[in-house]
């Protein structure tokens, strides 16, 4: 975890620094510089972000609350993405208005046979693609503050006082972000500034595309259940079976992927210990695996990335086709 931190940190911000620097006097070296930054973001997000905001990187809580800055430092608020990643994904796994990984934000995008079907979904599998690589630009410019209102709406955030600390926060980390990120390699660069601001581009497309992609891989593929709450609002499975219903695994002897994904080729694992390290999960999936098949749970598992994603693609489809089942309370 130390090495893989060091390493996904230095992969982000050295592209960043030697462009600031003003040294590079070619604007095709420093768009390739912004997409090693884009590789490095993503890193950062799924191998030490994630884990530090499940607490599960280190035993020392103030390392937890460090590392799980580091997505702050990317121009995105770390305490909204808890509200949205542990709370409401991780506790309502899969469920239709519960869980906002599954609802889109757009009607041109579904997921869930519980959302509303149009026309237009017939051809989601083609165009997703755009909407996965604009995510963390979107995520930066929008969604904090569309979210930051919505939560307190839900009463996931209570007070104002903490609406306006999140607020200020998210102020403060979007222009600091903008500065070094963007305005200071504009400055700095011997040439347009236009090829600064495609390469910034360039790396959030890489960045939101690999981001959207693995985490849709575990829970938008085939065979996995939309459970929805019966009328007293209880679901019919505890919460391990459900997790085993909604999740899969892709990629699993694929240690090079499992590295960079930081574990996220073991979701089935990590949605049943998140407060476990992802360094663990590849041994875990045996014992969990093994205890599935003997009390006759699914355990899903698709055997490479480019299986994963031809499912995801095959999932997308049958959304497009599928009638919408209305809930019945």
């Avoid at 993405?81 to 934000?105: C, F, K, M, S």
């Avoid at 995008?109 to 026309?119: H, W």
């Avoid at 995520?139 to 709406?153: G, H, I, M, P």
């Avoid at 240690?255 to 089935?268: D, S």
Wanted: proline share 3%.
């Amino acid at each position: 975890m130390v090495i893989k931190t060091v390493l996904m940190l230095l992969l982000y911000t050295a592209p960043i620094v030697i462009i600031s620097t003003g040294i590079i006097n070619s604007s095709l070296i420093s768009i390739i510089l912004y997409i090693l930054s884009g590789l490095g973001m993503a890193g950062i997000g799924m191998g030490i972000m994630h884990d530090a905001n499940h607490s599960s990187y280190s035993k020392h809580n103030w390392l937890n609350r460090a590392l799980r800055n580091s997505v702050d430092c990317l121009g995105i608020n770390s305490n909204l993405w808890r509200y949205q990643h542990n709370v409401l994904h991780h506790t309502y796994t899969n469920i239709h208005g519960h869980d906002e990984d599954i609802d889109a934000p757009l009607f041109l995008l579904r997921f869930s046979p519980y959302s509303k079907r149009y026309k237009i979904h017939r051809f989601q599998h083609l165009y997703i693609w755009v909407f996965y690589s604009i995510l963390t630009l979107y995520w930066f410019s929008v969604k904090d503050f569309k979210k930051l209102f919505e939560y307190r709406k839900m009463g996931l955030i209570t007070t104002k006082k903490e609406v306006a600390r999140i607020l200020v926060k998210l102020i403060f980390i979007k222009v600091l972000y903008l500065g070094y990120a963007l305005i200071l390699p504009i400055y700095m660069a011997p040439f347009s500034g236009w090829w600064i601001i495609l390469g910034f581009i360039c790396m959030h497309l890489v960045a939101g595309l690999l981001l959207s992609v693995v985490f849709q891989l575990a829970h938008v593929v085939p065979n996995m259940d939309f459970p929805q709450p019966e009328e007293n609002y209880n679901i019919e499975q505890n919460w391990y079976i459900h997790q085993l219903q909604t999740t899969s695994n892709f990629s699993p002897k694929s240690k090079f992927l499992n590295w960079y994904f930081g574990g996220l080729t073991n979701q089935i694992e990590h949605h049943l210990f998140p407060n476990i390290c992802h360094v663990h999960y590849y041994n875990l999936s045996r014992i969990v695996a093994r205890t599935a098949n003997d009390f006759k749970i699914p355990y899903h598992v698709n055997k490479s990335f480019l299986t994963a994603v031809k499912g995801h693609v095959k999932t997308l489809k049958r959304m497009a086709r599928v009638e919408t089942i209305r809930l019945t309370h």
